[in-house]
Nanobody, 129 residues
């Protein structure tokens, strides 16, 4: 059973930085991609970034591009999200997610929650103005 556990959330002022970690356990093979999503109160869960463990294919949402950096350490089975220049609109619960394999249906998107099989419990990030 794959388990994902996020850590590193907290309260930070506008312009500050935080680094989230996602420890993955129970994997028996290399997954397709690891992603970070976030959900603010009253809003739908939205994509933030993803990485294919090797760092050769990373993808960011436009609203975090240039500020957030995703990275992965396969030896430690841990994925990170370095968040810089934080804004109040970045306030949300941040979720780590794993997609085990490439989807077998046409039209799938790497930024869609649908392709991710496992999710962490979430880490609260609050940015004060």
């Amino acid at each position: 059973q794959v388990q994902l556990v996020e850590s590193g959330g907290g309260l930070v002022q506008t312009g500050g930085s935080l680094k989230l970690s996602c420890a993955v356990s129970g994997r028996t093979f290399s997954s397709f991609v690891m992603g970070w999503f976030r959900q603010a109160p009253g809003k739908e869960r939205e994509f933030v970034a993803c990485d294919n463990w090797s760092g050769t294919n990373t993808y960011y949402a436009d609203y975090v591009k240039g500020r957030f950096i995703i990275s992965a350490d396969s030896a430690k089975d841990t994925v990170y999200l370095q968040m810089n220049s934080l804004k109040p609109e970045d306030t949300a619960v941040y979720y780590c997610a794993e997609a085990e394999t490439i989807p077998d249906y046409a039209g799938w998107r790497i930024n869609s929650p649908r392709i991710y099989n496992y999710w962490g419990q979430g880490a609260q990030v609050t940015v004060s103005s």
